[in-house]
């Protein structure tokens, strides 16, 4: 293990997102993701995907698959990934050097009486922490318990002294590590849990930051004690507040309806997802925005507030319809032609200011396309318009020219005159602006609906 590999500030970040690839990624725990990226993107550096795959019950290709293509839909790019199971030899080296000083040590205590031991203190009246037991054991007494068949589980000795940092968020911090019971670190079964793998990952990759949760502050002093004792130096820590629902109720797994697939599934656009997840329980205003480096330009982790973030569905609904509204030609130009649709920039620019779905697209180029049932509810009104229809090429003028002449001709006007119009040509009572669609629809089209042919 490299133990000399301490961050330096002052070089281009790298940063990590290490999820457990143990279920779907939902908003809330993408969230630490999108920071990490943006953060990167911002300031020219790297981000590592890392996945935390040492439960191996759990862990699951299908769910690393998974993340991979919802951070991919977010545009969630790493320039490395790495998966812990992998690496386990590199755990079982650092975990030789904490014996070997005297900072893991072994334990017997069985859950039971782990959990018995913790229910007399707090009847005590005594924070429920470990009591260093097993620091008292003889070599007899061990042998003992290891004849009964027991298997040791190893501890991390925390040092009983305040832990301070600078947090990208939260300013100066600090924790009492003498209230924090010693962190398991290892299994009966020899397997790894969080602490260990996590640590020594950071330290062999030279992760310079580290922007997670603020569920993870205490993990954070005890992970720099760990640092320290495996003689490297810690990065630079951040812990952002936690998403909740509308309602204020924590996310998780369970609520699919906010996981990245659920959202994408609903037609949510990404960047609407990826400014909200972001922006929301901050000092600056959510808004759309073009791309995710526009979104890099506006996150600074110092505005981020300490109290939770709530994560409002429509609120979200509202943010992917104002995306699409302003979104360019050349941010969709693949999508409409995977979605069948050749109108070209004029269709987009046409009829993005009415979709609250991108879906919505493929209703308005049926409308150009055709065939449309018109409706007519005045035959004389649409012969005298189609009479009046002028000639082709159409442009941005045309449908201001002709309505003008239908009026003068009919003496309609405002409803009366916009509305038969409108129906004769697209079949329906609302939608984009006519004077772009005409264009589009193209004269021929336009006779054969006037005249209440389908077309």
Not at 13 to 33: C, E
Not at 117 to 141: H, N, S
């Amino acid at each position: 293990m490299n133990s000399s590999a301490t961050p330096s500030t002052n070089a281009a970040p790298l940063v990590r997102f290490a999820p457990s690839p143990t279920g779907y990624l939902h908003i809330g725990n993408a969230r630490p993701a999108l920071f990490n990226w943006l953060f990167a993107r911002r300031h020219r550096g790297r981000f590592l995907l890392r996945y935390d795959d040492t439960d191996v019950a759990r862990s699951k290709q299908e769910y690393a698959d998974a993340i991979a293509e919802d951070l991919g839909w977010l545009g969630v790019v790493p320039d490395e990934v790495i998966r812990q199971s992998d690496r386990i030899a590199i755990y079982d080296a650092a975990a030789h050097r904490l014996r070997a000083a005297g900072r893991l040590y072994a334990c017997y205590e069985t859950p039971d009486e782990l959990d018995r031991r913790r229910k007399r203190q707090l009847a005590r009246g005594l924070p429920p922490i470990y009591d260093r037991a097993a620091l008292k054991l003889t070599v007899e007494q061990k042998a003992a318990f290891e004849a009964e068949g027991r298997k040791p589980h190893w501890r991390f000795l925390l040092e009983g002294r305040i832990v301070t940092w600078d947090d990208l968020v939260r300013g100066p911090s600090h924790v009492d590590c003498a209230s924090l019971s010693d962190p398991v670190l290892v299994r009966e079964d020899g397997s790894y849990l969080y602490h260990l793998p996590s640590v020594v990952d950071d330290i062999e990759t030279r992760i310079t930051h580290i922007v997670r949760g603020e569920d993870h502050v205490t993990n954070t002093a005890m992970h720099i004690q760990m640092f320290e004792a495996l003689g490297a130096g810690s990065p630079v820590m951040g812990h952002v507040n936690l998403l909740t629902t509308a309602s204020g109720e924590g996310l998780s797994k369970r609520l699919g309806h906010l996981s990245l697939r659920g959202l994408r599934e609903a037609g949510v656009e990404p960047l609407a997802v990826a400014a909200l997840a972001v922006l929301v329980g901050t000092s600056d205003a959510v808004r759309p925005v073009e791309s995710l480096d526009e979104l890099a330009g506006l996150v600074e982790l110092a505005h981020v507030s300490r109290a939770p973030a709530k994560f409002d569905e429509h609120e979200l609904d509202t943010l992917s319809a104002r995306t699409l509204h302003q979104m360019p030609f050349a941010a969709v130009a693949d999508r409409l032609t995977a979605a069948g649709i050749a109108g070209g920039e004029a269709f987009w620019l046409a009829v993005r200011g009415n979709l609250a779905k991108f879906d919505e697209a493929k209703l308005w180029w049926r409308v150009v396309e055709g065939p449309v049932a018109p409706v007519i509810a005045d035959a004389g009104f649409a012969a005298k318009a189609a009479e009046l229809l002028p000639p082709e090429p159409f442009d941005g003028t045309s449908w201001k020219s002709w309505t003008q002449a239908v009026s003068a001709a009919t003496g309609s006007k405002g409803k009366a005159l916009f509305m038969p119009l409108r129906q004769a040509l697209t079949g329906l009572d609302h939608g984009p602006e006519l004077a772009a669609l005409l264009p589009l629809i193209g004269r021929e089209k336009a006779l054969k609906r006037l005249a209440g042919e389908s077309a």
